[in-house]
């Protein structure tokens, strides 16, 4: 039965409309303001809200704003009784699937209201869809001993609840491992929710996992679940758990242990029930001897471990790699004629070392695709666009980089560290153009804490 919420400071359309979605057996939930309705969100699966436009504490289109944001999946019908065509054109701009003006219709709001839950369900059976459809695409392919190990304990490990560490190296496919165990899980159909632990700061992080409630800190003006909260039921993929901070990594072993969790500024304990697989490209065993992770946690996350081996240690498995991707790309690009690989090419493919592993070669497939002309690729095409890889053009400015590595000796390590840090941040804006968002995505960090970096080490930028 879907849930119904409707957020409008007059008692008596509350009651009238609520109890006309009653009569044809939705749950309804009620709300005086966009504050209290937005809480209600928080801890309700809502699937429709009837949202009037004329509020206190927050006006309704900034009530629908947030809601679209917040909750993407949960359509709004904006209802008010100083409409105007204005009025509705900026709802529907802002996501409103609908605009109803009081005194509301019976047969008008009973419409809408299927035609809205409708559209919603629709919509999840095509992102499942899609999604289902994207797993399959992306099934491990190859033929080599070590890939066909990697499927055996997955089908062995995903038929249990037992926690799994995934280890690889960038690029390998940790993550098509993390979604082939939960698709072929019990929990299959139930949420999949990933956190890269490496991508959140240090000051959210417990946030990001746990959830807070309103008023926790500056900017909580309302609560919000946390990422166990969000995958319990079903999987919780911590991606470079190996990244996490010891404070976290501390609260993280408790939610496992106990299965319980607290929000940031909450007091009431949740029960939650997800099914924990980590990944990290790190040696966890050396790390826990270096004291950056824990012993007690790393031994709770590998009851079973799975190490997906590198694309440079089953080569016989790359051109069959690289033929499906030039198939899937080809696919969506429209370019449909078969293309070749002479020996001297295939050969070429088989003995590069691969840095950057299948995502590497994905790329390459695509620059095939864009860049090379006609329907044979030589040796030497090949090798032309692998040193457009910027791990193949390492040898050209390793020259370079042993000299700036050499005066970093000279440094103090605090001086050393904050050298590399704002080389590193000012190649990474030459690279990306300038873009602070394009910046912080590709290295792993939000923008705002680039911004602040940038501002810290000086760096200027066009943008």
């Not at 501390?250 to 029960?271: N, P």
């Not at 990290?280 to 790393?298: I, M, P, S, V």
Request: charged fraction near 25%; glycine fraction near 8%; charge should be negative.
């Amino acid at each position: 039965m879907s849930s119904i919420l409707i957020i409008d400071d007059e008692p008596g359309i509350r009651k009238t409309l609520g109890l006309i979605l009653e009569d044809e057996h939705y749950k309804v939930l009620t709300a005086e303001d966009a504050v209290v309705g937005l809480e209600l969100l928080n801890r309700e699966a809502v699937g429709l809200v009837f949202l009037d436009v004329l509020l206190p504490k927050m006006g309704g289109i900034e009530a629908l704003e947030r809601i679209r944001s917040g909750w993407p999946q949960i359509e709004v019908v904006v209802i008010s009784g100083h409409a105007n065509v204005d009025m509705a054109v900026r709802a529907v701009k802002r996501g409103a699937f609908d605009f109803l003006e009081k005194p509301l219709s019976l047969d008008k709001v009973l419409t809408v209201c299927r035609n809205a839950l409708t559209l919603r369900k629709l919509r999840e059976e095509n992102r499942d869809l899609k999604q289902h459809a994207g797993f399959q695409r992306d099934a491990l392919i190859g033929v080599s001993a070590e890939i066909e190990q990697v499927r055996t304990l997955i089908k062995q490990a995903a038929v249990s609840d037992a926690r799994i560490l995934i280890t690889g190296e960038n690029g390998t496919g940790k993550e098509l491992v993390a979604r082939a165990i939960h698709e072929g899980s019990s929990r299959t159909g139930r949420a999949f929710v990933e956190v890269n632990c490496a991508a959140i700061p240090e000051s959210l992080i417990e946030s990001e996992l746990f959830g807070h409630e309103k008023g926790a800190f500056t900017d909580a003006v309302s609560s919000r679940k946390g990422r166990f909260e969000m995958a319990s039921g079903g999987t919780l993929f911590l991606d470079e758990i190996g990244d996490m901070s010891l404070t976290a990594q501390a609260k993280v072993l408790r939610a496992i242990q106990e299965q319980k969790i607290e929000r940031v500024g909450g007091e009431k304990t949740i029960a939650v029930d997800v099914r924990i697989v980590a990944a990290t490209n790190k040696n966890l065993g050396e790390e826990c001897e270096a004291g950056h992770f824990r012993q007690d946690l790393f031994f709770r996350l590998n009851v079973i471990p799975i190490h997906i081996p590198p694309l440079r240690e089953r080569p016989g498995d790359v051109p069959l790699l690289l033929f499906h991707f030039l198939k899937e790309i080809g696919a969506e690009t429209l370019r449909t004629e078969k293309i070749a690989f002479d020996d001297g090419a295939l050969q070429a493919l088989n003995t590069y070392t691969w840095p950057g592993n299948v995502r590497e070669l994905k790329n390459l497939a695509e620059r095939i695709l864009v860049m090379h002309q006609g329907d044979q690729v030589g040796e030497s095409a090949i090798m032309g666009l692998l040193q457009q890889n910027p791990g193949a053009q390492g040898n050209q400015k390793d020259s370079a980089l042993e000299g700036a590595f050499s005066a970093m000796l000279d440094l103090g390590y605090n001086e050393a560290k904050e050298s590399f840090e704002k080389h590193y941040l000012e190649v990474q804006l030459s690279k990306h153009d300038g873009i602070i968002s394009r910046t912080a995505e590709a290295i792993g960090i939000y923008p705002s804490n680039l911004h602040g970096k940038l501002r810290r080490y000086g760096i200027r930028t066009d943008r």
